[in-house]
């Protein structure tokens, strides 16, 4: 498994791996509508940025991406912050170590970066166990637990 920089020719196929996570998370089932224009402008700004990469495998097919935005910290516009938007390995090409390599890159690219105070990752409640054991594992502390409830109202939109 190789990981490179993201390019703008990338975008349908990052669009198609948004929306596979999406499903995955069961986002629409919760009231998160997926806007493929709204996933496109954030996969721009994160690759102009430089922060979205993505895994590819020996027949030189994109099976994984990781991305993320970089904004100045709530608390201290001095600091700034690297989040992460999405995390996502296609099923059949997990196993295979690409999801560590994606995260061990962008913390290579945030390390490197010397306006960058931190690097949040989220880890969907979807996910296995064992990814979270695995953020631990690697330095990260839990920051907080987000919870979502949907607030459109009918009629109110």
């Keep these: 498994m190789n990981v490179q920089p993201a390019t703008k020719q990338d975008l349908d196929v990052l669009v ?10 069961k986002l629409d089932q919760a009231g998160l509508e997926f806007d493929p224009d709204t996933v496109r402008s954030l996969f721009r700004l994160s690759i102009l940025q430089g922060y979205c990469l993505v895994a590819v495998d ?3 097919q994109l099976v994984g991406v990781i991305s993320a935005i970089r904004y100045p910290w709530l608390g201290n516009a001095r600091q700034l912050v690297l989040n992460e938007i999405i995390w996502w390995v296609d099923p059949h090409a997990r196993g295979y170590r690409a999801g560590s390599q994606l995260r061990e890159a962008l913390e290579t690219l945030a390390f490197r970066d010397p306006l960058v105070h931190g690097l949040v990752i ?8 064992s990814v979270a ?8 502390a839990p920051m907080q637990t987000q919870f979502y409830k949907e607030t459109i109202h009918a009629g109110i939109q």
């Design 16 to 25: 198609r791996m948004a929306r596979d996570w999406n499903d995955a998370g």
């Design 122 to 129: 989220s880890v969907m409640s979807a996910s296995r166990p």
């Design 133 to 140: 054991a695995a953020m631990a594992e690697n330095g990260y």
């Design 58 to 60: 020996a027949a030189q």
